[in-house]
């Protein structure tokens, strides 16, 4: 106290130095302070004054305004509940027992859709293939069909793409890689077509893809030489196939400025007069490979041969052989031509059927393996060729013989082949 009454005489007198002065004023508002709190931790109440400040309150203070929005007591005495009745935390979804109902629409609600009200269904949308994609996604599924021939399977990989308003430019490009392919490729393109119109291709879209292809023609026979002849029998193929209408011919007629165009319609044409009365042109493509049976398969060898001998033209022979693709059954054909040797009366069959065996050994057209076989059955059934032919057993061994001297056929061969004397004789019934 006697510091504070020297303090007061000291300003009464003006003797006050700045420092003094600053230290004195900042004692009171500090005393001011500790009043303030200790009057508010005693009254049970809280005083606001109209402008939001507390009674008593430094104006200046930021402890000393009440925020119109902060909830927090200022008594210090709170009702101890939770905030919203324990459904407004974080991650909490609402009330326990509380159940959200179907809300609707809000038409004023920003991102409210008009047309989008209603049942909403979600379904996978493919892409449409661009044209520019269309032959690097399409020509891989048609090789891959060459190789296993399943229609079911192109199908249900077609129906994977969303080929829109290119779809009949898969016609196109089928026969294209056909036409560059075998004859077997092309038969089985016919049938692809077949297969595949009614249910991902219409009439419309194939003579759409036939038209596309005899416009293209100038630019196909720089590759395939013979496109105009094989189109014009694709075109056959369809018509008698039911799967391009008989009138696909008639819009041509007299519209044709392309020599080529014009070769493939009159190559359609003439097939289907020469096959009216058949309802499919299956021998269209010739000879489809292994899927054709066995007995066609012999036939068509055995006639093959005959015409070899009648014209001597070995290159002929070697295409109509290519042509039937059975290089699994070329043991046949060795087969076939031994027994006509053994069936032919003089030497010219014989030097003909050696000329020709040993052309194909030498290009490799007929293997060992198949050689072997062939001979080999022929030794194998020689007692029942000998009921036919008596002296077989001297005609196979001066054939061997001069086979091997040719080089047709290994020293191993030429041994096999069974003499007169460890062959039983052939079986002739007893005369009564």
């Known amino acids: 106290?006697?510091?504070?009454?020297?303090?007061?005489?000291?300003?009464?007198?003006?003797?006050?130095?700045?420092?003094?002065?600053?230290?004195?004023?900042a004692r009171l508002k500090a005393k001011a302070k500790r009043r303030q709190r200790k009057s508010s931790r005693n009254s049970t109440s809280e005083s606001l004054s109209e402008t939001g400040e507390l009674a008593g309150g430094d104006p200046h203070s930021p402890k000393g305004k009440v925020g119109a929005n902060d909830r927090k007591s200022r008594t210090g005495k709170g009702r101890g509940l939770p905030k919203k009745g324990g459904a407004g935390g974080k991650g909490v979804w609402g009330a326990a027992g509380m159940v959200y109902e179907d809300e609707e629409p809000d038409a004023r609600d920003p991102n409210?859709?008009?047309?989008?009200?209603?049942?909403?269904?979600y379904a996978t949308v493919m892409p449409e293939v661009d044209e520019k994609e269309l032959e690097k996604t399409v020509n891989p599924i048609v090789r891959e069909y060459f190789e296993?021939?399943?229609?079911?399977e192109v199908q249900m990989l077609l129906k994977e793409l969303n080929l829109g308003s290119h779809k009949y430019e898969f016609s196109s490009l089928?026969?294209?890689?056909?036409?560059?392919?075998?004859?077997?490729?092309?038969?089985?393109?016919?049938?692809?077509?077949?297969?595949?119109?009614?249910?991902?291709l219409s009439q419309s879209d194939l003579a759409r893809a036939f038209d596309k292809m005899l416009k293209?023609?100038?630019?196909?026979?720089?590759?395939?030489p013979e496109a105009p002849q094989m189109l014009g029998q694709f075109i056959a193929r369809a018509i008698a196939d039911h799967i391009l209408p008989m009138s696909f011919l008639d819009c041509y007629k007299g519209k044709v400025d392309c020599d080529h165009a014009r070769v493939a319609l009159d190559r359609a044409a003439v097939l289907l007069r020469m096959k009216r009365e058949i309802l499919r042109l299956d021998n269209v493509w010739g000879v489809g490979g292994g899927?054709?049976?066995?007995?066609?398969?012999?036939?068509?060898?055995?006639?093959l041969l005959k015409e070899y001998l009648t014209s001597g033209d070995v290159l002929e022979a070697e295409h109509?052989?290519?042509d039937l693709e059975?290089?699994?059954?070329?043991?046949?054909?060795?087969?076939?031509?031994?027994?006509?040797?053994?069936?032919?009366?003089g030497d010219a069959a014989s030097h003909a059927i050696i000329k020709l065996l040993q052309t194909f050994w030498k290009i490799g057209l007929i293997t060992v393996d198949q050689m072997n076989r062939g001979f080999q059955r022929v030794y194998d059934e020689l007692p029942e060729i000998s009921l036919d032919v008596p002296h077989a057993h001297s005609m196979i061994e001066n054939f061997v013989d001069l086979c091997h001297q040719e080089s047709v056929i290994t020293k191993q061969l030429r041994d096999a082949c069974p003499s007169r004397s460890v062959c039983p004789p052939p079986y002739l019934p007893n005369k009564l």
Request: proline residues 4%; contains cysteine; hydrophobic residues 35%.
């Open 1 to 25: 106290i006697g510091e504070e009454d020297a303090l007061n005489d000291g300003e009464i007198n003006g003797n006050w130095t700045p420092q003094e002065k600053a230290l004195h004023e």
């Open 112 to 121: 409210y859709d008009e047309s989008s009200q209603g049942d909403t269904v």
């Open 148 to 152: 296993h021939g399943d229609t079911k």
């Open 174 to 200: 089928a026969v294209s890689l056909a036409l560059e392919g075998k004859a077997s490729h092309r038969e089985l393109t016919s049938r692809l077509l077949s297969d595949l119109s009614g249910k991902l």
């Open 216 to 224: 293209e023609l100038p630019d196909l026979i720089l590759d395939t």
């Open 291 to 303: 899927q054709r049976p066995v007995k066609h398969l012999i036939k068509e060898m055995n006639l």
């Open 320 to 322: 109509c052989l290519r």
């Open 326 to 345: 059975v290089p699994h059954f070329h043991h046949e054909l060795v087969y076939e031509a031994v027994v006509m040797v053994l069936e032919s009366k």
